[in-house]
Nanobody, 120 residues
Framework: HVQLGESGGGLVQPGGSLRLSCVAS????????MSWYRQVPGEECELVAS???????NYADSVRGRFTISRSNAENTVYLQMNSLKPDDTAIYYC??????????????WGQGTQVTVSS
């Protein structure tokens, strides 16, 4: 099926920056969209940003103007550039892709998550 490999999380001070990367591999026929979600323990998972095959982009209000999502279609890769980070951005960040594995069969696939901690 489809595997997602994330990288780029870590510890950063408030006001700092991090860049997350996610590569999709496996039996991919066509990717519909790639997204980043985040979750704080005990809270619901939140959509951070998404980008579809036509590069239409959607951001959560809490990150608009600070985060930038981008995508390399040729490499099945999605990036999340996070600037002006705040302690409230601390969470586990998950990569998600909605992809077709054949002309008719599609699914939602998730990465293992990467921890982002914003603290002084």
């Amino acid at each position: 099926h489809v595997q997602l490999g994330e990288s780029g999380g870590g510890l950063v001070q408030p006001g700092g920056s991090l860049r997350l990367s996610c590569v999709a591999s496996g039996n991919i026929f066509r990717i519909v969209a790639m997204s980043w979600y985040r979750q704080v323990p005990g809270e619901e998972c939140e959509l951070v940003a998404s980008i579809n095959a036509g590069h239409a982009i959607n951001y959560a209000d809490s990150v608009r103007g600070r985060f930038t999502i981008s995508r390399s279609n040729a490499e099945n890769t999605v990036y999340l550039q996070m600037n002006s980070l705040k302690p409230d951005d601390t969470a586990i960040y998950y990569c998600n892709t909605r992809a077709y594995v054949s002309t008719l069969q599609w699914g939602d696939y998730w990465g293992q998550g990467t921890q982002v901690t914003v603290s002084s």
